[in-house]
């Protein structure tokens, strides 16, 4: 009488997906879990806001230095019309340094969550683009910081100047000059989003260039947020930028759309 074998244990804890063993081909294929899915959300955001607080802290090291900077382009010091309002300032401009210093590595988390979606080939497409991303959006800061600063605070300054005397507080200032430069860096990470996309046969030039009236409705909509202010020359330095930027994504969809794909 043969004795019949004994069944193992089945383990029902979460599976731990490793995107970089699933680059090099070494990694289990079976697809996951709900509960899978949610634990690898779960360490991902917990790691992305580890590395925000640790970007936080770095950034609060010197942020003195960067509030300083920051005020040059008005010329003189700020009001502040609250006892906390200056408290609230520094952590304002702390998080907006140490959001810039994390985001490679949140990007990074980002792309690994989805990468148990796609095959080999799709990973490495993933993967080759983060340095282009991280770069776009430094790009885009500088882009605002240099070019879209200086000629919205001229005319902010010298608009009415017979009648208004500038004067602003350092809560409105610093609210408009983060949400410009962070805004503009997320912004300006859109092309190689697309290129991704692109290559990987989700989107195609198409649907681009025939809903381009809607992307305009859009980046308006987008514009009107980012700027803290309602006039239109704000409005027209951040919309001008995304429509260029939306215009080279459709060329980087052309470019990158699998022909076998484009019937």
């Known amino acids: 009488m043969t004795r019949s074998p004994v069944s193992q244990p089945q383990d029902h804890r979460p599976r731990r997906y490793s995107a ?11 697809p996951l879990t709900l509960l899978d899915h949610l634990n690898e959300l779960r360490i991902r955001l917990f790691r992305s806001l580890v590395a925000l607080v640790i970007g936080v802290l770095l ?13 040059k382009p008005y010329g003189t010091e700020l009001q502040v019309l609250g006892p906390t309002e200056s408290v609230v ?5 702390a998080l907006l340094a140490g959001a810039i210093f994390a985001m490679p590595y949140i990007t990074l988390q980002l792309f690994l969550f989805v990468a148990p979606g796609l095959t080999r080939k ?24 240099f070019i879209m600063v200086p000629a919205a605070l001229g005319f902010l300054q010298d608009f009415e100047s017979e009648v208004f005397r500038a004067e602003w507080t350092a809560d409105r200032y610093i609210a408009f000059l983060t949400s410009v430069l962070f805004w503009i860096g997320v912004a300006f990470e859109l092309p190689v989003i697309v290129f991704v996309l692109a290559r990987l046969g989700i989107l195609g030039p198409k649907p681009l260039i025939r809903n381009w009236r809607l992307a305009v409705v859009l980046i308006t909509i987008v514009a009107a947020l980012i700027t803290p202010t309602v006039d239109p020359f704000n409005m027209l330095l951040v919309i001008a930028p995304l429509i260029v930027l939306y215009l080279l994504s459709i060329g980087l969809a052309v470019i990158a759309y699998p022909r076998t794909m484009r019937k």
């Open 89 to 93: 300032i520094y952590f304002r401009v």
């Open 122 to 145: 799709e990973k490495r497409y993933i993967y080759l683009a983060l340095p282009a991303t991280t770069g776009l959006f430094l790009v885009g800061v500088a882009f605002a910081w």
């Open 59 to 71: 950034a609060a090291v010197f942020t003195d230095e960067l509030l300083e900077y920051l005020i």
């Open 20 to 30: 970089w063993q699933a680059l090099a081909g070494d990694v289990d294929d079976r």
